[in-house]
T-cell receptor, first 114, second 111 residues
Framework: NAGVTQTPKFRVLKTGQSMTLLCAQD?????MYWYRQDPGMGLRLIHY???????AKGEVPDGYNVSRLKKQNFLLGLESAAPSQTSVYFC?????????????FGPGTRLTVT | GQNIDQPTEMTATEGAIVQINCTYQ??????LFWYQQHAGEAPTFLSY????GLEEKGRFSSFLSRSKGYSYLLLKELQMKDSASYLC????????????FGRGTQLTVWP
C-alpha cells in the first residue's frame, strides 16, 4: 500500500495564479484532512471531509476550496494564490470515528508564492 | 478555542530520559495524541490517551490527567534518531472529529 500520497511535492506560483493539490489514499479511510504548517505555528486545519461528497471548514479556510468527489481523493484548490499561502501543506486520512485522532499523513507539498 | 501549550525546545543526551509536557484547555475533550515529526518529513502517530493514566509503547510512554488538562510524553534510552519535533494534539469528537495541534517541541539529542 502506498498510504497517503500528495502531488506535487514542490511548486512555485506567482501571486494571482491558481493551482490544485491532489491527495490520494489507498486505505479506504472515510475521513480526510488538509493542513498547513508554518514555522512557529504548528499544524492548522484548512478543510476536512467526513466522507465522499462532504466537506467542512477548518481553522483557516479562507482562500482555499476543496472537493471530495471520490472517497480516495481529496483536492485542495487555491483560486488566486497570495504570498501568505506560502507554506507546507499536508494531507491526512483517518480510519473511523473511534480512532480519528490517529491520522496518516502524506509527505507534504512545499508551496512558495512569489 | 483550544489552548495547547508545550515547550518550544528541549535538549538531552543519548541514553537519557526526557519528559515533554503538554497542557491544554478545551471543551469536548475526547483524547490526547502525540505525533513525531522529523525535519522535512510528515508527522507520524506515536501514542494516545483517552483515559487518565500511563500508556506504554516500548521506549515511549504517554500520561494523561484529564482533571488537570495535562499530558506528558516520556522517551527512555534516547537515541540520536529521536531528534525530532514532538506534537501534542487534542482530539475533540464534538466537532466531527478534529485534531487541534500544539506548536510542537523540538527535541535535540546530543551524543
Amino acid at each position: 500500500n502506498a498510504g497517503v500520497t500528495q502531488t506535487p511535492k514542490f511548486r512555485v506560483l506567482k501571486t494571482g495564479q491558481s493551482m490544485t493539490l491532489l491527495c490520494a489514499q489507498d486505505m479506504n479511510h472515510e475521513y480526510m484532512y488538509w493542513y498547513r504548517q508554518d514555522p512557529g505555528m504548528g499544524l492548522r486545519l484548512i478543510h476536512y471531509s467526513v466522507g465522499e461528497g462532504t466537506t467542512a471548514k477548518g481553522e483557516v479556510p479562507d482562500g482555499y476550496n476543496v472537493s471530495r468527489l471520490k472517497k480516495q481523493n481529496f483536492l485542495l484548490g487555491l483560486e488566486s494564490a497570495a504570498p501568505s499561502q506560502t507554506s507546507v501543506y499536508f494531507c491526512a486520512s483517518g480510519r473511523n470515528r473511534e480512532v480519528l485522532g490517529e491520522q496518516y499523513f502524506g509527505p507534504g507539498t512545499r508551496l512558495t508564492v512569489t | 478555542g483550544q489552548n495547547i501549550d508545550q515547550p518550544t525546545e528541549m535538549t538531552a543526551t543519548e541514553g537519557a530520559i526526557v519528559q515533554i509536557n503538554c497542557t491544554y484547555q478545551t471543551s469536548g475533550f475526547n483524547g490526547l495524541f502525540w505525533y513525531q515529526q522529523h525535519a522535512g518529513e510528515a508527522p507520524t502517530f506515536l501514542s494516545y490517551n483517552v483515559l487518565d493514566g500511563l500508556e506504554e509503547k516500548g521506549r515511549f510512554s504517554s500520561f494523561l490527567s484529564r482533571s488537570k488538562g495535562y499530558s506528558y510524553l516520556l522517551l527512555k534510552e534516547l537515541q540520536m534518531k529521536d531528534s525530532a519535533s514532538y506534537l501534542c494534539a487534542v482530539f475533540r469528537g464534538s466537532t466531527l472529529g478534529r485534531l487541534y495541534f500544539g506548536r510542537g517541541t523540538q527535541l535535540t539529542v546530543w551524543p
